[in-house]
């Protein structure tokens, strides 16, 4: 899309970005998980995050995005496995991306 104008001083051809056919990166912050004890057995534990098209659906993905940028996955937190263990504490965030909002707005409409 372009803008013709003065603009800042200047005149000539001036370019606008159209921002609603990009994906929109997200932040998934991972506080704890509640209430494992013993039910976990002890050993070094990752939290993934998936994105699907919908409930009970597919998963998400892009051709033309590196494989890192739709998919986040903690780093590894240690359980030890014990009945008084209670928690296990993450406290970091998770990337990753969401299809645009103009993609999500022309699927409200259909089902798939």
């Known amino acids: 899309m372009t803008i013709d104008g003065q603009y800042g001083g200047s005149q000539g051809r001036r370019w606008k970005v159209d921002w609603d056919r990009t994906p929109q990166p997200i932040q998934v912050k991972l506080g704890c ?3 494992v004890r013993d039910k976990l057995p002890g050993g070094r534990y990752v939290l993934m995050v998936s994105l699907y098209n919908r409930l009970g659906g597919h998963v998400l993905r892009w051709s033309k995005l590196k494989s890192q940028m739709w ?8 359980h030890d496995g014990f009945f008084y263990n209670v928690e296990m504490k993450f406290d970091q965030s998770v990337f990753t991306v969401l299809p645009s909002k103009a993609s999500l707005k022309a699927r409200q409409g259909t089902c798939v």
């Open 33 to 35: 998980l509640r209430g």
């Open 71 to 78: 998919g986040a996955a903690s780093l590894p937190v240690q």
